[in-house]
């Protein structure tokens, strides 16, 4: 057996990059960061656990992607730059292969953005990822949840209901074959954090939140932070072509509002900022696509087919129900 | 069932106090933190597991206080004043009178030292707790591992062994009654960061680390990144009454150097600082101990019983081994 300290040292204690901002990373009591002048840090954390956010089984590296990526994409949802991460680890046993493949995805994914790892611990016991990231963005030009206005146009990136396709389609929920399943699962396991749109985005957004308990239920807590309510044209929300594999009308609206785990951005800016929108998306090699409107009124979510309002279940992933 | 979102709502999401430092706290993607001009941010994170790092049944106050100690312990070794918390909590049931107690001990002693929680993720599974702590220390002032010199002083808070003996004693290994067990697990579930002592200690300590593993697993971690061999006396070594309850001397002597769980720090410090240290200490109601002293040599700890060395079994609690 290998000891803790042998093990978290050869996987994660990597030599700092030569653009290493960290006065001190891992080895000490705690991290030693700075914040530059006129900068605020941005700071959250999210855990990922066997069987509930993930199924048994998947690939290390997609975990440490993913693990790495639920986290950035939080901080895209602010306009916030991804500077650095910690890493807790619960592993119920020391794998080296298994640590080989997963520090690799988490590391390929940091490198892409620039993200040190500064800290961690390592816990024997039932597999659980708790990463917690930090960025940084200018002071006041964060991009939060209540600075929506009525008038607003509400936004998403990408297209909405991939990965929980992918995810019913590993559960035997619906069919899906070939380059669609691949597609499917691989935005599952390997999500892209909107970390170059929502940095785009400061100054143009007036509010933003990231996509992982589906649209519905995101959007709501955005309404609910900016006390308004939000107006979806449901034929407007971005769809992939695989969602003509949902047998049913309701399973597909299901895929595409509440199934989670998108990790795109849901936004609201002015009507005057279309343009500047469309090139922070676009011109950044990401889709964007206006879904709804903002509309004063008591902090809820409305899907209007046509002119029609649609009856949706209350949406959203939630861990104690 | 209670919903994921009105649970932390409610336990957790407390109002910020008036002296709330946080741009932005729970509610939004992540939180925004502003650092002092001329300060440096202390970043550190830990996991508490049932059945690894404290019993079940655990009554979930002393939990919710002790999460947050760990990460506070640390800090302190960095010389850092706490002042953010983020919390991930995997919970097997969101259970309120729980969650009441667990929070209630939690923010205890987060006001005690001045601490916001300002983000955090719920998840159903089995009970572990993850805190990321933030704490300020003026650039360049931490005390970190690697700062230590041949010829400094090794010093320790406290006493040691107490909370191993809790442990042992509440696992049926060791005899303890009345007050002297009540005394031991109450080291063992409420342990004191020694945050205020940390703070007076710099610019006085070289080196400083936070006792987790016992003190001969941790003084090895500092001499390693110091690169020097500690030579410890194994009888000025500051251990509590309740030691006569180890009934051999290798009991008592694996209690009081590698029993792990003190949260005490160990630091070190040139002897022309014995005044400040004693003030640093004493001063703040806390006792401090002359343990040893720092020679040059390869990154070991030697312990001395009056002039006669004493084998060890190389000690500290490895969750892979």
Redo the contacts between chains.
Sequence with gaps: ?????D?IRRHFARPAAASGRA??GI?????????P?GA????????L?E???FLRGTHPGRLGHKALAVNLS??A??G?VPR?A???L?LP??DTRWLTAFSEGFFRLARRYGVEL?????????L?I?V????E?P?GK?L???GAQAGDDIWVTGTLGDAAMGLAALQGHIRLTGRARQHCVECLEMPQPRVVVGRALRGVASA???LSDGLLADLG?LCE?SKLTAEVWLDCVPRPDEISACRTTAVARHMLLAGGDDYELAFTAPPRMRAKVERAGFGNGVMVTRVGTLKRGSARVRVYEGSTLVRMPRGGY????
Tied chains: 1, 2.
Excluded: C, N, Q, W
Aim: aromatic share 4%; net charge negative; no cysteine.
């Design positions: 057996m290998t000891s803790e300290f093990l006065r001190l080895g000490d009591d705690a991290a030693l960061l700075r914040a002048a605020e840090l941005a700071v959250t954390t999210d855990t656990l069987g509930t956010h939080d901080l949802a602010m916030a650095y910690l890493l807790a619960t046993k020391a500064v800290g961690g611990d390592t816990t024997r016991g039932p659980s708790t917690t990231a930090i960025g963005v002071a964060a939060r949840r209540d933003a939140i990231d807590h932070r939630d861990h104690f129900r």
